[in-house]
């Protein structure tokens, strides 16, 4: 079941992450590090009413980020589609001990559903350059590489951004 994240799960959504982050590292892919994500990211998430989990008999197996903000990094990129009505997705992650189960797809699925319902036009994300395995992962579902960003605290490698025209 899919559905809003609540501000108490949020240490057992940082335990998820950080797995990712780790097996990610072990994998030679420095995605995720000590500063993202984070928990005050989250937090707003959350605030937002952005922040949704996957979740099978009681426990959280992953998480996504349907957010209509529009972070400042996002601004140079030349979109498919204006500014103004798109979603954007972050933090999608599926726990290490689950993923191969179709789950980041489902949860892709729930986000790109969402934004079609909310009459929103496309759906925009940016995924790790050197993250081979996500950029596949996106580019299978038809989402458009548009150009690179950069997250300093993250990596001196940039960021593909991605659209999904709906």
């Known amino acids: 079941m899919i559905r809003h994240a609540k ?4 240490k057992d959504i940082l335990k998820i992450t950080k797995a990712c982050a780790t097996k990610m590292q072990e994998n ?3 995605q995720w590090n000590e500063h993202y994500p984070s928990e005050a990211a989250f ?4 605030e937002r009413n952005e922040l949704y989990v996957i979740e099978e008999n009681g426990s959280i197996l ?3 980020v349907i957010s209509t903000y529009m972070d400042e990094e996002y601004i140079p990129i030349k979109w498919l589609t ?3 009505n798109s979603t954007y997705i972050h933090r999608l992650s599926v726990d290490p001990a689950h993923q191969g189960k179709g789950l980041a797809q489902q949860l892709m699925d729930f986000a790109e559903n969402y934004s079609r319902e909310h009459g929103f036009v496309s759906v925009r994300l940016d995924t790790f350059s050197q993250n ?9 579902r038809g989402y458009q590489k548009l150009g690179d960003i950069f997250f300093p605290k993250q990596s001196e490698h940039p960021f593909h951004c991605y659209e999904l025209v709906l």
């Open 7 to 10: 501000i108490s799960e949020i």
């Open 62 to 64: 992953g998480t996504i």
């Open 43 to 46: 937090v707003r998430d959350v």
């Open 82 to 84: 204006p500014n103004g």
């Open 132 to 140: 081979h395995r996500n950029q596949h992962f996106y580019e299978q």
């Open 28 to 30: 030679g892919i420095f």
